[in-house]
């Protein structure tokens, strides 16, 4: 009997464990201190890295946070976890990727550009805006439906509510309906807590988990556009999603510090002062670690600084509103003479000089150009 020839068939590559940034832990020892609780020994218990609490680039599993969700509203006594923590989110738990809404000029819009980008936050959930006449529904699509639970969803229909208050500047939003796609909790004092806490007609069992809200609003300014700094948080964008340059780190779990810098400098500078170890703390790292992340994707603290500073200095010179001393302090420099060096560096000419070009002899005049 002639043998039979190996197989060639390769077993079927296993799919990767769905993710999340730890920027969704925004939050949690605060409520660990105000419950009496300890957030390190919680995510100790489900077995998440502890540097989760400190850096928001940190990719959790997706399962993992759902356990943790469960695990602090049981062990904690706190039947409405999930909305408590979701309590002081709204873009900042997207990181980057919540300057996308910074750019148009509508709030449907807004919300479309935050749900085109969620993929650099999370690849376990997607959200949608769908229209359907007087009616608007943001909804919530996890990549493994059968894992997300009760305090999970909750949680992320209340961070929704939240940014859909924060980019339209209704702090007092109310969806019209909010929908779970999941079973009424047997415990009586959960179902309570959430429906109080989500503050809409909420529907349990629903076959999606959703948001509903008045269709009109989308069609509302937005109260977060940022024309000012839009070439910058454009380049902050794009390299979210640009391939990794070679030589640089490439695995999924290497953040994109150098986006993170970005959108930093921007919030900090100006009024300032921003600088590396300023950055450094408001992401959670030594400086000297963020040095080395920077370092590994083939740039420093002190270029990003400079070519924002240089970008910003452009616009600010052909608005012409500042005279050139108290725009050289909206750069973060000590006097306008160290200013002057670092244009005529960047440029080859002096500030004065480009805004003349740019206002006229009359109107720059009037700005303190001379």
Same mark, same amino acid.
């Given at each position: 009997?002639p043998a039979t020839?190996?197989?060639?068939?390769?077993?079927p590559?296993?799919?990767?464990?769905?993710?999340?940034?730890a920027?969704?832990?925004?939050?949690?020892?605060?409520?660990?201190?105000?419950l009496?609780?300890?957030?390190?020994?919680?995510?100790?218990?489900?077995?998440l890295?502890?540097?989760?609490?400190d850096?928001?680039e940190v990719?959790?599993?997706?399962?993992?946070?759902c356990?943790?969700?469960e695990?602090?509203a049981?062990?904690?006594?706190?039947?409405?976890?999930?909305l408590?923590?979701a309590?002081?989110?709204?873009?900042?738990?997207?990181?980057a990727?919540?300057?996308?809404?910074r750019?148009?000029?509508?709030?449907?819009?807004?919300?479309?550009?935050?749900?085109?980008?969620?993929?650099?936050?999370?690849d376990?959930?997607?959200?949608?805006?769908?229209v359907a006449?007087?009616?608007?529904v943001l909804s919530?699509?996890?990549?493994?439906?059968?894992e997300?639970?009760?305090?999970?969803?909750?949680?992320?229909?209340?961070? +929704?509510?939240n940014?859909v208050?924060?980019?339209s500047?209704?702090?007092?939003?109310?969806p019209?309906?909010?929908?779970l796609?999941?079973?009424?909790?047997?415990?009586?004092?959960?179902?309570?807590?959430?429906?109080?806490?989500?503050?809409?007609?909420?529907?349990?069992?629903?076959?999606?988990?959703?948001l509903q809200?008045d269709a009109?609003l989308?069609d509302?300014?937005t109260?977060?556009?940022d024309?000012?700094?839009a070439p910058?948080?454009?380049?902050?964008?794009?390299?979210? +999603?640009?391939p990794?340059?070679?030589g640089?780190?490439?695995?999924p779990?290497?953040?994109?510090?150098?986006?993170?810098?970005?959108?930093h400098i921007?919030?900090?500078?100006p009024?300032?002062?921003?600088?590396?170890a300023?950055v450094?703390?408001?992401?959670?790292?030594?400086?000297r670690?963020?040095?080395r992340?920077?370092?590994?994707?083939?740039t420093h603290?002190?270029?990003?600084l400079?070519?924002?500073r240089?970008a910003?200095?452009l616009?600010l010179?052909r608005?012409?509103?500042?005279?050139?001393?108290?725009?050289?302090?909206?750069?973060?420099?000590?006097?306008?003479?160290?200013?002057?060096?670092?244009f005529?560096?960047?440029t080859?000419?002096?500030?004065g000089?480009?805004r003349?070009?740019?206002?006229?002899?009359?109107?720059?005049?009037e700005?303190?150009?001379w």
């Amino acid at each position: 009997m002639p043998a039979t020839p190996p197989s060639s068939t390769k077993p079927p590559r296993r799919r990767a464990e769905p993710w999340t940034r730890a920027g969704a832990l925004r939050g949690l020892r605060a409520l660990a201190a105000q419950l009496g609780q300890d957030a390190e020994a919680l995510l100790a218990r489900q077995k998440l890295p502890l540097a989760a609490l400190d850096d928001p680039e940190v990719r959790l599993p997706y399962r993992g946070l759902c356990r943790l969700l469960e695990a602090g509203a049981r062990d904690w006594a706190c039947p409405d976890f999930g909305l408590r923590l979701a309590a002081v989110q709204h873009l900042s738990l997207l990181g980057a990727v919540g300057l996308a809404a910074r750019l148009p000029a509508r709030v449907g819009e807004a919300l479309t550009a935050l749900g085109d980008r969620l993929g650099a936050h999370s690849d376990a959930f997607t959200m949608a805006l769908e229209v359907a006449g007087p009616r608007a529904v943001l909804s919530y699509r996890p990549a493994c439906p059968e894992e997300p639970k009760t305090q999970l969803l909750a949680f992320a229909m209340a961070v +929704t509510r939240n940014a859909v208050a924060f980019v339209s500047g209704q702090p007092d939003f109310a969806p019209q309906a909010v929908r779970l796609a999941c079973p009424a909790p047997a415990d009586a004092a959960v179902r309570r807590a959430l429906a109080r806490g989500l503050g809409a007609s909420l529907r349990w069992g629903a076959p999606q988990t959703a948001l509903q809200l008045d269709a009109a609003l989308l069609d509302a300014p937005t109260a977060i556009q940022d024309t000012q700094y839009a070439p910058l948080i454009r380049d902050t964008l794009a390299r979210l +999603t640009a391939p990794p340059r070679p030589g640089t780190p490439d695995a999924p779990d290497a953040p994109d510090t150098v986006a993170l810098v970005h959108q930093h400098i921007a919030r900090l500078l100006p009024p300032g002062p921003c600088t590396q170890a300023t950055v450094a703390r408001a992401l959670g790292l030594h400086p000297r670690a963020l040095q080395r992340r920077l370092a590994a994707q083939g740039t420093h603290f002190s270029a990003l600084l400079d070519a924002h500073r240089h970008a910003l200095a452009l616009t600010l010179l052909r608005q012409g509103t500042l005279p050139l001393a108290a725009l050289a302090r909206q750069l973060g420099y000590a006097d306008q003479s160290v200013f002057n060096q670092a244009f005529r560096r960047w440029t080859g000419q002096s500030p004065g000089r480009l805004r003349r070009q740019a206002l006229g002899p009359a109107r720059a005049r009037e700005a303190g150009a001379w």
